[in-house]
Antibody, heavy 117, light 107 residues
């Protein structure tokens, strides 16, 4: 079965940090670009970050640039999102997504991040 | 940044109705657009890729059209399982941007 499984979400105070992980199983990982997408409660979808298959190319949403860092470990079939200086407006479900440009797009089930004092 | 303007934001329709949702891009994105369906509590699912190609396993009542700046998702005969929220996504350039969503509700 093809799966992406996110973990690492939780409750954190404003200014705090969290590291999200996304592990791939049953799916070829190394050759694909990966993304993080988030969805605030009751709101629409928002792309957050991109990392190319080799990690050579990385992009961020302006509002997270300098606070979030995306990375991947192809040997572990995993990508990560290090989130620092968290704000209330970062509260959302975070999804990892395999390659929007490919014939098959795969989404994880999401992990909830709540930033609140 | 490319802005994706999706309309309507919501609609009420009956089973069997034909439904059309539109996304307009603020600049030419060729056909670098997908349409996604999301049901409450679930991750989105892509229905259409490259603006007009039906994703494998998606019913043929869904279709997409357009290129450049104007795109349309059509459901030819709405079924009970189609009541959901629909989003377009452009992947032509960063930052990737979604439309605001269209919630399709039962009339």
């Amino acid at each position: 079965e093809v799966r992406l499984v996110e973990s690492g979400g939780g409750l954190v105070k404003p200014g705090g940090s969290l590291r999200l992980s996304c592990a791939a199983s049953g799916v070829t990982f190394n050759n694909y670009d990966m993304n993080w997408v988030r969805q605030a409660p009751g709101k629409g979808l928002e792309w957050v970050s991109f990392i190319s298959s080799s990690s050579r190319y990385i992009n961020y949403l302006d509002s997270v640039e300098g606070r979030f860092t995306i990375s991947r470990d192809n040997a572990k079939n995993s990508i990560y999102l290090q989130m620092n200086s968290l704000r209330a407006e970062d509260t959302a479900v975070y999804y990892c997504v395999r390659d929007f440009t490919s014939i098959t797009v795969i989404w994880g089930q999401g992990t909830m991040v709540t930033v609140s004092s | 940044d490319i802005r994706m303007t999706q309309s309507p934001s919501s609609l009420s329709a009956s089973v069997g109705d034909r439904v059309t949702i539109t996304c307009r891009a603020s600049q030419d994105i060729r056909n670098d657009l997908g349409w996604y369906q999301q049901k409450p509590g679930n991750a989105p699912k892509r229905l259409i890729y490259a603006a007009s190609n039906l994703q494998s396993g998606v019913p043929s009542r869904f279709s997409g059209s357009g290129s450049g700046t104007e795109f349309t998702l059509t459901i030819s005969s709405l079924q009970p399982e189609d009541f959901a929220t629909y989003y377009c996504l452009q992947h032509n350039s960063f930052p990737l941007t979604f439309g605001g969503g269209t919630k399709v509700e039962i009339k």
